[in-house]
């Protein structure tokens, strides 16, 4: 598949810590994303295993029962057809290309952020989830199925963040797995781009969206990438990404 990043991008990604690839998806390759990804969230696919409200420390440990920012985790463990789809394939000659020809796809992922739903995700850095790996390499190529706007929750990022010391995270809130640290968004700056183009981000670069407070969707479809060897780490320290939890929203 014929993909590639120039020596300047390259250079900006290292610097900044992340990258705007504009055009990763065709209109057409879009269309069958949004399909697909509407198949998951009405539960057509079973994923209830690997669904969960990302925003639910928003509620600070309420009992409601609407998500407001689902996650599905591994979508391409369900479907393994995904593996060979444009997405997989173009973000995978990217992510070696960015960081070397040992990255593989480590685990995969959808975040919707539904219409009105007004729940940001916090400031955080990727790695504050992981277990510590002697190979620290690592990114994230976070793929817009729809346009991604401040308003209904397009990424931020800081940058050159990725070259400073990990922050203090700590639990957002009572409810969920979500972690946070403090940032704001006078250090940030906003990246809004149209259906179809992707943004990799180092596995240390802090960011967070905003919530969908538009009558809009916004949905993403993230891959992640670490060493092939690290991945072999993590596994045989049980870590796999998966995120099994209780499904929150059961009419969804």
Same mark, same amino acid.
């Given at each position: ?50 669904? /969960? ?63 009105? /739903? ?5 400031? +955080? ?75 990799? +981000? ?38 796999? +990404? ?11």
């Amino acid at each position: 598949m014929s993909v590639n990043i120039t020596p300047a991008q390259i250079a900006f990604f290292e610097k900044e810590g992340y990258l705007i690839v504009p055009d990763l998806l065709s209109a057409e390759e879009v269309t069958y994303y949004r399909d697909l990804y509407e198949d998951f969230l009405e539960n057509r696919i079973d994923v209830s295993r690997y669904r /969960s409200d990302l925003g639910s420390h928003a509620g600070n440990g309420d009992t409601a029962k609407k998500e407001r920012i689902t996650q599905i985790m591994v979508p391409s463990r369900v479907v393994p057809e995904l593996l060979s789809q444009p997405l997989h394939q173009k973000a995978l000659v990217l992510a070696k290309q960015l960081m070397g020809s040992d990255m593989e796809l480590d685990f995969d992922m959808l975040i919707d952020k539904a219409p009105f /739903s007004n729940t940001p995700t916090p400031w +955080h850095q990727d790695c504050a989830y992981w277990i510590s790996m002697p190979d620290t390499r690592a990114t994230s190529c976070w793929v817009a199925l729809d346009e991604a706007t401040r308003d209904n929750g397009c990424m931020w990022y800081v940058p050159g963040s990725h070259k400073l010391p990990v922050r203090t995270h700590f639990p957002a809130g009572k409810g969920g797995g979500a972690l946070e640290c403090a940032a704001d968004e006078a250090e940030g700056i906003a990246i809004e781009i149209p259906p179809g183009a992707g943004i990799f +981000h180092h596995g240390h670069t802090l960011h967070y969206s905003r919530g969908n407070s538009t009558d809009r969707r916004r949905r993403a479809f993230i891959t992640n990438y670490r060493p092939a060897a690290m991945i072999a780490y993590e596994r045989e320290h049980g870590y796999d +990404h998966t995120g099994e939890r209780e499904v929150r929203n059961e009419k969804a």
